[in-house]
């Protein structure tokens, strides 16, 4: 079982639907939590990161924490064609010493015009 | 913003050959990391190094080494090359060994 888990899709949206991703991971002590968005060949780039439980927000994307149930979640409202790309869930794991990112097998995403 | 640079951006390599990749991390970040991403999978860290000391250490065959010299520029050798070290090489740095890590464009190895 991968430490962190994603759902590998695709996952297709229409254009302007809210698309929701989700991945779980497994190290309880886990802190800090990482969106990455990787177009095909191309490096991960940032998209959002989040420490604390709750919802965080920024312009389209909105990330949500929950460390009892283990869950982080990435929603994208007003979905457009240029969002489709690999997104990669990342943790920093409190049993790998929190440094380096352990990543999911990324979900990805495609918005149809 | 001044990013992350790596260089070469290509590669190809045959097989027992060595290759050296070079990642310069953005301007006063002191922490750099290397990841490996091969043909359909999730980037798998390799080594990491934080103030010119090696931090942590990943899944990085023994035939790889790495360092990070006074300018915070870090260098991956890769000696005798095979078929299966052809990747993706990313580095990524970040503004001491606790924050947020952002990538560069990445090296493709080929080895042939």
């Known amino acids: 079982q991968k430490e962190v888990e994603q759902n590998s899709g695709p996952l297709s949206v229409p254009e302007g639907a809210i698309a929701s991703l989700n991945c779980t991971y497994s190290?309880?002590?886990?802190?800090?939590f990482f969106w990455y968005r990787q177009y095909s060949g191309k490096s991960p780039e940032l998209i959002m990161s989040i420490y604390s439980n709750g919802d965080k927000e920024d312009g389209r994307f909105t990330a949500q924490l929950n460390k009892a149930s283990q869950y982080v979640s990435l929603l994208i409202r007003d979905s457009q064609p240029s969002d489709s790309a690999t997104y990669l869930c990342a943790a920093q794991l409190m049993n790998t010493g929190f440094q380096k990112l352990v990543f999911g097998t990324g979900t990805r995403l495609l918005v149809s015009p | 913003a001044a990013g992350v640079i790596q260089s070469p951006r290509h590669l190809i390599k045959e097989k027992r050959e060595t290759a050296t990749l070079k990642c310069y991390p953005i301007p006063r970040h002191d922490t750099v990391y290397w990841y490996q991403q091969g043909p359909g999978q999730d980037p798998q860290f390799l080594i990491s190094f934080y103030e010119k000391m090696q931090s942590d250490k990943g899944s990085i065959p023994d035939r790889f080494s790495a360092q990070q010299f006074s300018d915070y520029h870090s260098e991956l050798n890769m000696s005798s090359l095979e078929l299966g070290d052809s990747a993706l090489y990313f580095c990524?740095?970040?503004?001491?060994?606790?924050?947020?890590?952002?990538f560069g464009p990445g090296t493709r190895l080929l080895v042939l």
């Open positions: 190290d309880r002590g886990s802190q800090s």
């Open positions: 990524a740095s970040s503004l001491t060994n606790e924050e947020t890590q952002y």
